[in-house]
Every structure is written in structure tokens, then in C-alpha cells.
């Protein structure tokens, strides 16, 4: 019997054996995890499929509303549940009713993108997605400024890390060049002690590869997870951030580069990073370019106009 129903918090460890097994036509685990960890699936943005007791797919919508009249709409599972595929499908369209829909379909997830074309759906203008930039795993030299050392956060390091990921994703200190000035320097990172527990309790976390950077004072510089997933043989870095007093100075490479090394050593082939070229904040992508990071389009964007 299939069950079409809202997301519960309770469900995040389903979804990532669930990613890990449809990979790559899927969310890689790791990415998931911290999504999930973070809160970003909920209850009234995300509808799950239940068969005889077990999920077999998910969707996830994102809007439309007073700043996006159009809707984005991820469906997983599709390829391999295709009956719960169309149903998803079916409660997601019912949702965004007459607003533009565009529906991200990962590349062999043929299922997925046979129901979208009943369903009214085309290829749109800007018709491949790429969230990512990716490189091969291989044994690295990392250099780093005298003083600085890359090394697994500490057991006793719990809040010393949240708060160097609050203080690299302080909104204000973000490089962006094209908001510079209209940013509110009151806004802070919403990454907290809970979520950070979350985190760690996540399906594919090792604290082996949850990496940090020491500066010579002893305080923490930057900060990566590194998602190593053993089923298929890759890595994913997210997130990654540098504390903005040390930035510019090789520490993002650094971990970029340790991600890979250490993915090599545990049987790996391929480490992917969750950013890609983007005008409007452009450092990241051209930071991990400069050693060997290329972008990966990860499948199609379909279009439903609106009606």
C-alpha cells in the first residue's frame, strides 16, 4: 500500500539509505544529511512516499511566494518507484496550482522525467542544473601559512565549532560582491549547538573527517565536513567555511585538497563540492578552480508555465 504524506523529523535516516542506495540519481547522503540536520525539510515543504512501511521517495517544493512567483519543485525515487513517483508528482502540482513549476530531474532518472512530460512539462531556456564542481581523489601536498594545521575537530571542541561556522557563514562577511552594502550586519548564521548535534548524528558523519583548521593561537580558522560514502566510493564536501580574519590564505584549498587525499585513501575515487560558478558570488567556484574542481551539470530543468 502506498502512503503519500508530510515529511516527519523522524524520517531523515530513511531518506539517506535511500539517497545512498538511488545515487547518483539522487542527493548524495552527505549533502542530504546536512540538509536534514539543518532543518531544511519540512513538514510543509516536503512530502514523502511510504510503501508497506518504508519510504521509496520524496519531494521537495520551494515556493512560489512573494519574492518568486515560480516553484521548485526535486522528486527522488521515481526511477525506481515510478507509481509513487506520479503520485508525488500529483500532490506537488496540486500544491503550486497555477504558478510556473520547474522540476530538477537528475541525469537516469528517465522514470521522473517520462511523468513530467505527461504532466505538461518541457525543456525551459536554461535547461541544465550544476550545483556542484567536482575532482578527482588523489593523494595531495597540502600547504598551508606557517603555524596552521589541518586536524579532526576535538570530542571537547563542540561549541568552539559551531562557532567558527557561524562566525565563516556570518552573512555580512560573505563575498559577495554584487550585495555588498545591502546586507544587514545584525543577521547571523542559524547554525546552532543542536544542529550541529544533528549533524553528527547523521548517517554518513565520521568526526575522522569533520576537519578544522588551528591557527597558531589555538583558536579555530575554518571548517569543512567531508561526507565520505564507502557504498559508491565518493566524497562531499559540505559545508566549508573560513573565518573571515583568515581568509586569503590557501585554508579553503587546503581542505579542498585534504578532502581528496583523505577520500583516496579510503578506496575513493571522486570528491564533489556543493557550489558552482555563480556571478553573483563568484569566489568560492573560482577558489576550488584554481586546483583542479571543474563543474558538473548533475541533470535537466524542466518547465511547467504557468496557467
Known amino acids: 500500500m502506498l502512503d503519500i504524506r508530510p515529511f516527519r523529523p523522524e524520517d531523515g535516516r530513511a531518506l539517506e539509505a535511500l539517497a545512498q542506495r538511488l545515487w547518483p540519481r539522487a542527493p548524495h547522503p552527505g549533502g542530504l544529511g546536512w540538509q536534514l540536520a539543518t532543518e531544511e525539510f519540512t513538514a510543509e515543504n516536503t512530502t514523502v512516499a511510504e510503501r508497506d512501511g518504508g519510504i521509496v521517495g520524496w519531494a521537495v517544493i520551494e515556493g512560489p511566494n512573494v519574492l518568486h512567483s515560480l516553484a521548485t519543485l526535486t522528486l527522488t525515487g521515481a526511477t525506481e518507484d515510478p507509481d509513487a513517483g506520479s503520485a508525488l508528482l500529483d500532490r506537488a502540482l496540486a500544491r503550486t496550482g497555477d504558478a510556473a513549476v520547474e522540476l530538477l530531474v537528475f ?110 593561537d589555538g583558536s579555530l580558522a575554518a571548517c569543512c565536513v567531508v561526507w565520505w560514502d564507502a557504498q559508491n566510493r565518493c566524497s562531499e564536501i559540505e559545508p566549508l567555511g573560513v573565518v573571515p580574519a583568515h581568509r586569503r590564505r590557501g585554508l579553503a584549498v587546503a581542505l579542498a585538497l585534504t578532502a581528496c587525499a583523505l577520500t583516496a585513501r579510503r578506496g575513493g575515487d571522486r570528491v564533489y563540492i556543493n557550489t558552482t560558478p555563480n556571478e553573483a558570488y563568484p569566489t568560492p567556484a573560482m577558489t576550488y578552480a584554481t586546483v583542479g574542481y571543474t563543474p558538473l551539470d548533475r541533470g535537466t530543468v524542466l518547465l511547467r508555465p504557468a496557467r
Do not use: Q
Not at 113 to 121: P, Q, V
Not at 127 to 150: C, D, H, K, V
Open 107 to 216: 541525469d537516469g532518472d528517465d522514470a521522473l522525467r517520462d511523468l513530467a512530460e505527461k504532466a505538461g512539462f518541457a525543456l525551459g531556456e536554461n535547461n541544465t542544473f550544476g550545483e556542484w564542481m567536482s575532482r578527482a581523489a588523489t593523494e595531495e601536498e597540502i600547504r598551508l601559512p606557517e603555524g596552521y594545521r589541518i586536524r579532526p575537530v576535538r570530542e571537547d571542541e563542540r561549541e568552539a565549532r559551531v562557532e567558527c561556522h557561524r562566525t565563516a557563514w556570518r552573512p555580512f562577511d560573505l563575498p559577495w560582491p554584487e550585495r555588498a552594502g545591502t546586507v544587514n550586519p545584525d543577521l547571523t548564521s542559524r547554525f546552532s549547538r543542536e544542529r550541529y548535534d544533528n549533524t553528527r548524528a547523521a548517517l554518513l558523519y565520521d568526526r575522522e573527517l569533520d576537519l578544522v583548521v588551528e591557527a597558531p
